[in-house]
């Protein structure tokens, strides 16, 4: 019986190294008669600044767009980023000085 599991990439790195595993899986399933594509309950999700996926320059294909969630507008500035948090502040105070603490000062 196969395990369900979760496996998250963070940043540029970590969205190729998902791909790669992702892709390295599928080999595998294929290579062992299995044709159903990804059983379901293993799950990939990639987090990243950039709101596309980027990283054309690996050849490993992209994930689905359900997998991946981008974080930032294309060319949003960090002060306009900042902002945003903090103007969040004001509707859930708790998340904010989560976050906070771990921002640099603008």
Do not use: C
């Not at 190294?17 to 044709?35: D, E, H, M, N, P």
């Amino acid at each position: 019986m196969l395990s369900p599991f979760l496996i998250i990439g963070v940043g540029g790195s970590g969205g190729k190294t998902l791909r790669g595993i992702k892709y390295q899986l599928q080999l595998k399933l294929q290579q062992v008669g299995w044709s159903h594509g990804i059983p379901a309950a293993w799950q990939f999700l990639h987090f990243d600044t950039p709101t596309a996926q980027d990283g054309v320059d690996y050849s490993i294909p992209f994930l689905p767009p359900q997998e991946y969630r981008g974080l930032v507008s294309t060319g949003a500035t960090y002060s306009t980023t900042y902002r945003s948090i903090e103007n969040a502040h004001a509707t859930n105070p708790g998340v904010h000085q989560e976050i906070e603490r771990q921002l640099p000062d603008p």
